[in-house]
């Protein structure tokens, strides 16, 4: 198990530091475009994305997790590898060259002013026949994906500042990041070679994997469509200023849970794995460890917004958004019920093939989410969004809980949670103690803060693990740092 974890330490790196850089990068170009090209620009361009996005989510099917768990559980035996591959990358052609015909009468017969735009994104769906990612995953080769994809996302938006100059040059802006995206596809292809081999499949063998696939992908839908109908009912119902701070608020909660679904997205083949070898204690020991892991990783993230979201939102929104600071606040916690029921899916759910407990968790969250967000976004407006958020989240792990009680120690895992709750409210309380000492409009102060703070919690959390043995860091740090740290091994 100390093998896994060193070399899920090293795919995690990778896994992270590509998800937030995918994250980031946007936010880097947003203000520059924003000027070039205006609002109308900007929203004209989100309006044909999005679209485009949906045909991207049709054509990969869900692949993302079923293709990984099959690959990872195959991946041992060459001949077997080779005809999973196979038959999956058929099926994968044959839905996303329907996705693509479908874009292209789109474009031809129902789009309108969005139609220049839309058409530099179509290689957005054209990567879909090539976006293999999930057999690299289900390799675990995750250093291709992160640095390639990395390098021409790069090279997109060196793009944006070199070749857009005005609101005329929208469509180069689609065109770079569409390109990339394909670009990005094609390098990990490459990626492959060496490692698997097309072999004939039949028509029936490529679709046998169809069912799955489709479960999975209205789980996929019933996300997108619960984390993204909350904006779109706070525009309706209160308006689009308190949208504009619901989203900045979500868009940072957003980019921190990029590091939970990074971790999940590489334990996930490896618990598949070690379930075709029949180690299901080693799959519930890396959990424990997963949970510990996550928790404290979530709990730092949540309490830590709790303290300074007030401070953070106006210097890096601005004046107009101190109240994004205030919805972030509460809305920091669902990061800890999505790091909790992260943990569940990837490790136990998925690997296990109980793609039913996916999708009904998930569409509960949906129909909690539009309950809630009906009954409060009228009283509360921004506010009442993030309450049913907050629901919404909750309901997903609890329903895995009626599923999976009697098969886990969720007992055990609640406890797990408490020193770091405890550790966060220390960290939190410690922020609230020195802040009316510091100017609220700077940003040293505010790293002060954070400094203080992430002390505080780092230096509990390390108290805890060596009184109650667990073996966190000596598992997961390189050997330099743990030979300064003897005293964490036990």
Request: glycine share 8%.
């Amino acid at each position: 198990m100390g093998g896994l974890f060193l070399n899920a330490r090293r795919n995690t790196l990778y896994n992270v530091a590509y998800r937030v850089f995918s994250i980031l990068l946007p936010l880097v170009t947003a203000p520059y475009l924003s000027r070039i090209v205006g609002e109308e620009g900007v929203g004209l361009y989100s309006y044909a994305w999005n679209i485009s996005y949906i045909f991207v989510l049709v054509g990969t099917l869900g692949l993302e997790n079923y293709g990984v768990r099959a690959i990872s559980r195959v991946r041992d035996n060459r001949e077997e590898l080779n005809r999973t591959f196979s038959a999956i990358w058929r099926m994968q052609r044959m839905v996303a060259s329907a996705a693509l015909a479908v874009w292209l009468l789109y474009l031809f017969l129902v789009a309108d002013r969005e139609k220049t735009i839309a058409l530099s994104l179509t290689m957005m769906s054209v990567s879909c026949l090539l976006n293999l990612d999930w057999c690299l995953m289900g390799l675990d080769e995750f250093r291709p994906i992160a640095i390639r994809n990395t390098c021409v996302k790069l090279l997109a938006a060196g793009c944006v500042f070199l070749f857009i100059h005005g609101p005329e040059d929208l469509w180069v802006y689609g065109f770079a990041w569409s390109l990339a995206t394909l670009l990005g596809c094609l390098s990990c292809c490459l990626s492959l070679r060496g490692k698997v081999r097309v072999v004939p499949v039949t028509l029936k063998e490529a679709f046998s994997h169809l069912p799955a696939c489709a479960l999975l992908f209205v789980s996929v839908i019933a996300v997108s469509v619960y984390r993204t109908m909350d904006k779109v009912m706070v525009g309706a119902i209160a308006g689009m200023a308190q949208n504009g701070l619901y989203e900045n608020a979500e868009k940072i909660i957003y980019c921190l849970s990029g590091f939970i679904s990074a971790f999940g997205s590489v334990m996930m083949p490896r618990a598949a794995h070690l379930l075709t070898e029949h180690r299901e204690d080693k799959v519930l020991e890396g959990m424990e460890l997963s949970m510990h892991l996550v928790i404290c990783m979530v709990s730092a993230m949540a309490f830590g917004i709790l303290a300074v979201g007030e401070r953070f939102a106006p210097l890096f929104y601005g004046s107009a958004f101190t109240y994004s600071g205030t919805l972030m606040m509460p809305l920091g916690f669902s990061l800890v019920m999505i790091g909790f029921a992260n943990v569940i899916r990837m490790q136990w759910i998925l690997p296990h093939g109980m793609d039913h407990i996916v999708l009904r968790s998930v569409l509960t969250g949906a129909v909690v989410n539009l309950i809630a967000n009906f009954m409060l976004i009228p009283r509360l407006g921004a506010m009442g969004a993030v309450i049913g958020t907050l629901l919404a989240e909750f309901s997903v792990p609890f329903v895995q809980y009626l599923h999976l009680h009697k098969a886990l120690p969720y007992r055990r895992y609640l406890i797990i949670c408490l020193p770091y709750f405890l550790a966060g409210l220390a960290m939190t309380g410690t922020i609230w103690l020195i802040s009316p000492l510091l100017p609220s409009d700077s940003w040293s102060a505010l790293g002060l803060l954070v400094f203080f703070g992430a002390a505080v919690y780092g230096i509990l959390c390390l108290v805890y693990w060596k009184f109650s043995g667990v073996r966190l860091l000596s598992r997961l740090l390189p050997a330099g740092i743990k030979k300064r740290l003897r005293f964490l091994k036990g």
